[in-house]
């Protein structure tokens, strides 16, 4: 049976080979219970990806203490907070994409200008608030971006991605991701058409069954 540490680090691989990240950027991380404590375990900070073993996953308590033989990644702040907020969230992806970090440098919210946008849960896709790196106003800010949806921007910084497990918040990131190129690009070639209120409301009460065998979706 595979573990919470092992699907992490193959989340965090991942990210590596789908362009997310490079080197030791970003972290990875999961909703978890330790000895009846609850919390997650996240990557370490400084250790490349490819030579991470379970034991280094490092789990931290809700109240912040890490237990482990690394630290844990600097970002472990807006990791607890999310997991405190949002009972939905089970795995966070967090990266330095190139598209996503671009526009988020411009510190640019995503209008709905592909429909796909609602995949995240509102009709548009944040950017955070400017924060420094590791600090407890970024969680603070993250949390704000991340208001009704599952996925944000964070200003020249990257991008947070939550799902139901590391490899479904890794398969959200790879769409945002996505998103962010093509609404690059569509820059590059003109002002696009969004899409206007109404009929964002029928593609996110669509998209309330998205993904369901029995549902009509298209993607």
């Not at 526009?103 to 950017?127: K, N, Q, S, V, W």
């Not at 497990?165 to 959200?172: C, E, G, N, Q, T």
């Amino acid at each position: 049976m595979t573990t919470h540490r092992q699907q992490i680090i193959a989340a965090a691989r991942a990210t590596l080979a789908a362009g997310l990240n490079k080197g030791i950027a970003g972290n990875v991380s999961a909703r978890c219970e330790e000895n009846g404590r609850r919390g997650f375990l996240i990557t370490p900070t400084g250790i490349p990806y490819a030579s991470l073993e379970a034991d280094d996953i490092v789990f931290v308590a809700e109240d912040g203490t890490a237990a482990g033989r690394r630290k844990p990644s600097s970002e472990w702040r807006f990791h607890r907070d999310i997991y405190l907020h949002r009972r939905e969230a089970d795995a966070i992806v967090h990266a330095h994409a190139p598209f996503a970090t671009s526009l988020a440098c411009l510190r640019r919210d995503i209008p709905a200008f592909h429909y796909m946008i609602a995949r995240f849960g509102g009709d548009t896709l944040r950017c955070a608030q400017y924060a420094i790196f590791g600090s407890q106003a970024l969680s603070d800010a993250a949390l704000a971006a991340l208001e009704g949806r599952s996925a944000c921007l964070l200003a020249n910084h990257g991008m947070i991605a939550f799902g139901k497990s590391p490899r479904h918040a890794l398969d959200l990131a790879v769409e945002l991701e996505v998103l962010c190129e093509q609404y690059w690009r569509a820059r590059l070639a003109g002002e696009p058409v969004v899409l206007d209120d109404a009929e964002m409301a029928a593609v996110l009460a669509k998209f309330a069954h998205y993904g369901q065998q029995d549902g009509d979706n298209d993607g």
